[in-house]
Nanobody, 123 residues
């Protein structure tokens, strides 16, 4: 399984970015997906997750109402739409896949990881 996250960049506070995560070597149907992030000097943390087959979504409190995780079966991809970005959202964002249709907020429950894409929120 290979996951390719992209779409990062520099954005001003209040701006938006959309991060795609494309998968190869695995059909993402019936598998859970998640986004995590790691800010400079901090541990990696959960951001959002989705149950692939049931569309249920879950968010960290810090991003709830601003970020949206979604997926596209035809594109075999998952997305993270980030709105009203804040400087504290600055981090490397990783997409991750876990076998099975359930969800998790724990890093150890995910089986494959993308390489990460850097998001910098600054004026």
């Amino acid at each position: 399984v290979q996951l390719q996250a992209s779409g990062g960049g520099l954005v001003q506070p209040g701006g938006s970015l959309r991060l795609p995560c494309a998968a190869s070597g695995l059909t993402l149907s019936n598998h859970g997906m998640g986004w995590f992030r790691q800010a400079p000097g901090k541990e990696r943390e959960f951001v959002a997750a989705i149950r692939w087959s049931r569309k249920d979504t879950f968010y960290a409190n810090s991003v709830k109402g601003r970020f949206t995780i979604s997926r596209d079966n035809t594109e075999n991809a998952v997305y993270l739409q980030m709105n009203n970005l804040k400087p504290e959202d600055t981090a490397v964002y990783y997409c991750a896949q876990r076998y099975g249709s359930g969800y998790s907020t724990l890093e150890g429950d995910f089986d494959s990881w993308g390489q990460g894409t850097l998001v910098t929120v600054s004026s």
